[in-house]
Nanobody, 130 residues
Framework: HLQLVESGGGLVQPGGSLRLSCTASGLSLADYVVGWFRQPPGTNYIGIACISRSSGSTYYAVDVEGRFTISRDNAKNTVYLQMNSLKPEDTALYYC???????????????????????RGKGTLVTVSS
């Protein structure tokens, strides 16, 4: 059964930190470009962080650059999103997605244009509030 499962969401105060995890089953994440997307209440989802297969390239949306870090552990079949200095506007449903292309896939193409996405998780809710 192929799936991506997110975990690590919850309620955190402004300025706090959370680490989200995206773990795959039934597929090897090492073959995929992986990204984190978020959907704030009442808006469309957007790509916020994507990472290449080898971790050599990353992309961050301007709203999170410098505060969030995406990383991956292919041996654990898991991708992480470390979120620091959280703000109320970071409140959203966060989900991960995996994209496969036989050739080269730029991380920004996955995050911005959602190219070649094959799998998406169901998401984990992050609420930033005092």
């Amino acid at each position: 059964h192929l799936q991506l499962v997110e975990s690590g969401g919850g309620l955190v105060q402004p300025g706090g930190s959370l680490r989200l995890s995206c773990t795959a089953s039934g597929l090897s994440l090492a073959d995929y470009v992986v990204g984190w997307f978020r959907q704030p209440p009442g808006t469309n989802y957007i790509g916020i962080a994507c990472i290449s297969r080898s971790s050599g390239s990353t992309y961050y949306a301007v709203d999170v650059e410098g505060r969030f870090t995406i990383s991956r552990d292919n041996a654990k079949n898991t991708v992480y999103l470390q979120m620091n200095s959280l703000k109320p506007e970071d409140t959203a449903l966060y989900y991960c997605a995996a994209a496969y292309r036989r050739g080269f896939l730029r991380v920004q193409d996955m995050c911005i244009r959602e190219d070649d996405i094959n799998y998406r998780g169901k998401g984990t809710l992050v609420t930033v509030s005092s």
